[in-house]
């Protein structure tokens, strides 16, 4: 693998989102905290129902809100603007 591929492998899907390496990871790994919690909010709520009853469709809505619906997304191929990806 040249290094121009090399760079390519981890620089192409951020770019496409309009964020450099760095901010997607940061951004990337946040989710990732959130998504556990939300999975073991998900499986306390199955075991005692009465506890966590909104926390995982709350946080669904907050991820879905934060990743589609706010962020304005670049094409990485024609610099188009785009609302989702």
Same mark, same amino acid.
């Given at each position: 693998?040249?290094?121009k591929?090399?760079?390519?492998?981890?620089?192409?899907?951020?770019? +496409?989102v309009?964020? =450099?390496?760095?901010?997607?990871?940061? /951004?990337?790994?946040?989710?990732?905290?959130?998504?556990?919690? *939300?999975?073991?909010?998900?499986?306390?709520?199955?075991?005692?129902?009465?506890?966590?009853?909104?926390?995982? +469709?709350?946080?669904? =809505?907050?991820?879905?809100?934060?990743? /589609?619906?706010?962020?304005?997304?670049?094409?990485?191929?024609? *610099?188009?603007?785009?609302?989702?990806?």
């Amino acid at each position: 693998m040249s290094m121009k591929s090399f760079h390519r492998a981890f620089s192409a899907h951020p770019a +496409s989102v309009n964020e =450099t390496y760095t901010e997607h990871m940061a /951004v990337a790994a946040s989710f990732s905290w959130r998504l556990m919690y *939300g999975g073991l909010a998900c499986l306390i709520h199955a075991i005692f129902p009465f506890l966590f009853v909104t926390t995982g +469709s709350r946080l669904v =809505t907050e991820l879905h809100d934060e990743m /589609v619906t706010n962020r304005v997304r670049r094409e990485a191929r024609g *610099g188009v603007l785009d609302g989702a990806d």
